[in-house]
Protein backbone atom coordinates (compact mmCIF):
# COMPACT_ATOMS: atom_id res chain seq x y z
CA UNK A 1 0.00 0.00 0.00
CA UNK A 2 1.01 3.58 -1.20
CA UNK A 3 1.97 6.30 1.91
CA UNK A 4 -0.44 8.54 0.02
CA UNK A 5 -3.09 7.84 -2.02
CA UNK A 6 -4.31 10.05 -4.68
CA UNK A 7 -7.18 9.10 -7.80
CA UNK A 8 -5.76 9.79 -10.91
CA UNK A 9 -8.67 11.00 -12.50
CA UNK A 10 -8.65 12.70 -15.55
CA UNK A 11 -11.87 14.87 -14.00
CA UNK A 12 -13.41 16.76 -16.38
CA UNK A 13 -16.06 19.57 -15.68
CA UNK A 14 -17.58 22.71 -16.74
CA UNK A 15 -15.66 26.01 -16.62
CA UNK A 16 -17.23 27.86 -13.25
CA UNK A 17 -17.72 24.49 -11.75
CA UNK A 18 -16.52 23.56 -7.59
CA UNK A 19 -13.74 21.16 -8.33
CA UNK A 20 -13.02 18.90 -5.55
CA UNK A 21 -9.49 17.06 -5.90
CA UNK A 22 -9.07 14.38 -2.96
CA UNK A 23 -5.77 12.25 -1.29
CA UNK A 24 -5.19 10.03 1.72
CA UNK A 25 -2.29 8.92 3.59
CA UNK A 26 -1.55 6.16 6.23
CA UNK A 27 1.99 7.87 7.74
CA UNK A 28 0.71 9.50 10.91
CA UNK A 29 4.12 11.54 10.99
CA UNK A 30 3.32 13.83 7.62
CA UNK A 31 3.39 16.81 9.58
CA UNK A 32 2.78 19.84 6.40
CA UNK A 33 0.71 19.21 3.61
CA UNK A 34 1.26 20.37 -0.07
CA UNK A 35 -0.86 20.94 -3.36
CA UNK A 36 1.11 21.33 -6.56
CA UNK A 37 0.08 22.57 -9.87
CA UNK A 38 1.70 20.82 -12.92
CA UNK A 39 0.90 22.18 -16.76
CA UNK A 40 1.88 19.90 -19.63
CA UNK A 41 5.66 20.11 -19.92
CA UNK A 42 6.53 21.94 -16.64
CA UNK A 43 7.65 20.98 -13.13
CA UNK A 44 5.50 21.52 -10.39
CA UNK A 45 4.59 24.84 -9.22
CA UNK A 46 3.72 24.93 -4.82
CA UNK A 47 0.09 26.06 -4.88
CA UNK A 48 -1.00 25.96 -1.10
CA UNK A 49 0.19 24.61 2.22
CA UNK A 50 -0.67 23.82 5.55
CA UNK A 51 0.32 22.52 8.61
CA UNK A 52 -2.87 21.70 11.20
CA UNK A 53 -6.13 20.18 10.34
CA UNK A 54 -8.69 22.86 9.20
CA UNK A 55 -8.90 24.65 6.46
CA UNK A 56 -6.98 27.41 4.55
CA UNK A 57 -8.28 29.98 1.83
CA UNK A 58 -6.07 31.44 -0.85
CA UNK A 59 -8.36 32.89 -3.85
CA UNK A 60 -10.15 30.58 -5.42
CA UNK A 61 -8.07 27.78 -3.85
CA UNK A 62 -9.12 26.31 -0.69
CA UNK A 63 -6.69 23.51 1.09
CA UNK A 64 -8.34 21.21 3.74
CA UNK A 65 -6.67 18.75 6.31
CA UNK A 66 -8.50 15.92 8.68
CA UNK A 67 -5.40 14.62 10.33
CA UNK A 68 -7.88 12.24 12.75
CA UNK A 69 -9.30 10.62 9.18
CA UNK A 70 -5.73 11.07 6.97
CA UNK A 71 -7.42 12.67 4.57
CA UNK A 72 -6.84 16.33 2.22
CA UNK A 73 -8.74 18.24 -0.12
CA UNK A 74 -7.88 21.11 -2.42
CA UNK A 75 -11.09 22.88 -3.32
CA UNK A 76 -11.12 25.40 -6.55
CA UNK A 77 -14.07 27.76 -6.84
CA UNK A 78 -15.08 29.15 -10.22
CA UNK A 79 -13.17 26.85 -12.11
CA UNK A 80 -11.43 28.30 -15.09
CA UNK A 81 -9.92 26.37 -18.47
CA UNK A 82 -5.95 27.87 -17.34
CA UNK A 83 -6.75 25.72 -14.18
CA UNK A 84 -6.22 22.91 -16.55
CA UNK A 85 -3.62 20.77 -15.37
CA UNK A 86 -2.54 17.91 -13.13
CA UNK A 87 -2.61 18.59 -9.46
CA UNK A 88 -0.45 17.03 -7.02
CA UNK A 89 -1.08 16.62 -3.54
CA UNK A 90 2.37 16.06 -1.33
CA UNK A 91 3.35 15.68 2.31
CA UNK A 92 5.88 16.30 4.32
CA UNK A 93 7.50 14.22 7.69
CA UNK A 94 11.15 14.05 9.43
CA UNK A 95 12.69 11.32 8.48
CA UNK A 96 16.32 10.57 8.80
CA UNK A 97 16.88 13.75 10.66
CA UNK A 98 16.07 15.62 7.94
CA UNK A 99 12.65 16.46 6.48
CA UNK A 100 11.22 13.77 3.34
CA UNK A 101 8.34 14.86 1.18
CA UNK A 102 6.33 12.39 -0.41
CA UNK A 103 3.94 12.75 -3.60
CA UNK A 104 0.56 11.79 -4.84
CA UNK A 105 0.35 10.49 -8.42
CA UNK A 106 -1.13 13.22 -9.43
CA UNK A 107 -4.95 13.95 -10.49
CA UNK A 108 -5.23 15.41 -14.26
CA UNK A 109 -8.13 17.93 -14.45
CA UNK A 110 -9.79 19.28 -17.45
CA UNK A 111 -11.39 22.50 -17.41
CA UNK A 112 -13.77 22.98 -20.18
CA UNK A 113 -14.87 25.83 -21.51
CA UNK B 1 15.53 35.96 -11.90
CA UNK B 2 16.36 33.57 -13.80
CA UNK B 3 15.03 29.44 -13.01
CA UNK B 4 15.70 26.11 -12.52
CA UNK B 5 17.37 24.89 -15.38
CA UNK B 6 17.77 21.13 -16.46
CA UNK B 7 19.56 19.78 -19.70
CA UNK B 8 19.12 18.27 -21.16
CA UNK B 9 15.64 18.87 -21.73
CA UNK B 10 15.56 15.12 -23.89
CA UNK B 11 17.41 11.90 -24.14
CA UNK B 12 17.32 8.85 -25.47
CA UNK B 13 19.64 5.75 -24.46
CA UNK B 14 19.79 2.42 -25.45
CA UNK B 15 19.84 -0.29 -22.46
CA UNK B 16 22.97 -0.92 -20.59
CA UNK B 17 24.03 2.88 -21.23
CA UNK B 18 24.74 5.04 -18.54
CA UNK B 19 23.17 8.97 -18.23
CA UNK B 20 24.42 12.21 -16.66
CA UNK B 21 21.62 15.42 -16.39
CA UNK B 22 22.44 18.64 -15.44
CA UNK B 23 20.17 20.53 -13.05
CA UNK B 24 21.31 24.46 -12.19
CA UNK B 25 19.59 26.10 -9.37
CA UNK B 26 18.28 29.25 -9.07
CA UNK B 27 20.84 31.94 -7.73
CA UNK B 28 21.27 31.88 -4.06
CA UNK B 29 19.72 28.20 -3.58
CA UNK B 30 21.71 26.09 -1.87
CA UNK B 31 19.67 22.46 -2.10
CA UNK B 32 18.88 20.47 -4.67
CA UNK B 33 16.38 17.72 -4.67
CA UNK B 34 15.92 15.26 -7.71
CA UNK B 35 12.68 13.09 -8.81
CA UNK B 36 11.73 10.46 -10.78
CA UNK B 37 8.18 11.24 -12.52
CA UNK B 38 6.61 8.41 -14.52
CA UNK B 39 2.69 7.78 -15.24
CA UNK B 40 2.28 4.90 -12.86
CA UNK B 41 4.28 5.84 -10.07
CA UNK B 42 4.09 9.66 -9.70
CA UNK B 43 6.71 11.68 -8.17
CA UNK B 44 9.17 9.12 -6.39
CA UNK B 45 12.33 11.46 -4.36
CA UNK B 46 15.89 10.38 -5.29
CA UNK B 47 18.13 12.34 -3.34
CA UNK B 48 18.61 16.17 -2.00
CA UNK B 49 21.81 18.05 -1.65
CA UNK B 50 23.09 20.73 -0.27
CA UNK B 51 26.40 22.63 0.20
CA UNK B 52 27.60 19.64 -1.60
CA UNK B 53 26.45 17.21 0.81
CA UNK B 54 23.59 14.54 0.45
CA UNK B 55 21.47 14.86 3.01
CA UNK B 56 18.74 12.39 2.29
CA UNK B 57 17.75 9.82 -0.06
CA UNK B 58 15.01 8.06 -1.26
CA UNK B 59 14.19 4.10 -2.36
CA UNK B 60 16.44 4.01 -5.29
CA UNK B 61 19.16 1.42 -6.51
CA UNK B 62 23.25 2.08 -6.43
CA UNK B 63 22.76 2.56 -10.13
CA UNK B 64 21.43 6.34 -9.51
CA UNK B 65 23.85 8.79 -8.02
CA UNK B 66 24.48 12.36 -7.78
CA UNK B 67 26.33 15.11 -6.52
CA UNK B 68 26.89 18.98 -6.01
CA UNK B 69 29.58 21.83 -6.98
CA UNK B 70 30.54 24.37 -4.93
CA UNK B 71 28.35 26.87 -7.44
CA UNK B 72 25.68 24.75 -5.99
CA UNK B 73 24.90 22.65 -9.74
CA UNK B 74 23.85 19.22 -9.13
CA UNK B 75 24.23 16.31 -12.17
CA UNK B 76 22.35 13.33 -11.63
CA UNK B 77 23.95 9.84 -12.80
CA UNK B 78 22.32 6.62 -13.95
CA UNK B 79 24.70 3.49 -14.78
CA UNK B 80 23.88 0.33 -16.55
CA UNK B 81 20.20 1.90 -17.97
CA UNK B 82 17.18 -0.18 -17.76
CA UNK B 83 13.92 0.00 -19.75
CA UNK B 84 12.31 1.09 -16.32
CA UNK B 85 14.28 4.27 -16.07
CA UNK B 86 12.57 6.02 -18.80
CA UNK B 87 11.06 9.21 -17.18
CA UNK B 88 10.84 12.31 -16.48
CA UNK B 89 13.47 13.12 -13.81
CA UNK B 90 12.44 16.83 -12.19
CA UNK B 91 15.44 18.58 -10.04
CA UNK B 92 13.78 21.41 -7.38
CA UNK B 93 15.90 23.68 -5.74
CA UNK B 94 15.14 26.06 -2.63
CA UNK B 95 17.16 28.58 -0.23
CA UNK B 96 17.63 25.86 2.47
CA UNK B 97 17.33 22.30 3.51
CA UNK B 98 14.32 21.56 5.44
CA UNK B 99 15.21 20.76 8.67
CA UNK B 100 12.65 19.80 11.51
CA UNK B 101 12.39 22.57 13.08
CA UNK B 102 11.54 25.21 10.24
CA UNK B 103 8.49 25.83 8.67
CA UNK B 104 8.12 25.28 5.02
CA UNK B 105 9.52 29.62 5.16
CA UNK B 106 12.68 29.58 2.87
CA UNK B 107 12.23 26.07 1.85
CA UNK B 108 9.54 26.29 -0.58
CA UNK B 109 11.03 23.82 -3.83
CA UNK B 110 11.09 25.32 -7.29
CA UNK B 111 10.91 22.54 -10.27
CA UNK B 112 12.82 22.87 -12.67
CA UNK B 113 11.23 21.81 -16.51
CA UNK B 114 12.68 18.37 -16.49
CA UNK B 115 14.87 15.80 -18.33
CA UNK B 116 12.41 13.48 -20.37
CA UNK B 117 14.60 9.70 -20.54
CA UNK B 118 13.54 7.53 -23.02
CA UNK B 119 15.62 3.64 -22.75
CA UNK B 120 15.45 1.97 -25.72
Known amino acids: QKEVEQDPGPLSVPEGAIVSLNCTYS??????FMWYRQYSRKGPELLMYTYSSGNKEDGRFTAQVDKSSKYISLFIRDSQPSDSATYLC?????????????FGTGTKLQVIP | KAGVTQTPRYLIKTRGQQVTLSCSPISGHRSVSWYQQTPGQGLQFLFEYFSETQRNKGNFPGRFSGRQFSNSRSEMNVSTLELGDSALYLC???????????????????FGQGTRLTVV
Open chain 1, 27 to 32: NSAFQY
Open chain 2, 92 to 110: ASSLTSPRPDRGLTNTEAF
Open chain 1, 90 to 102: AMRHLSGGYQKVT
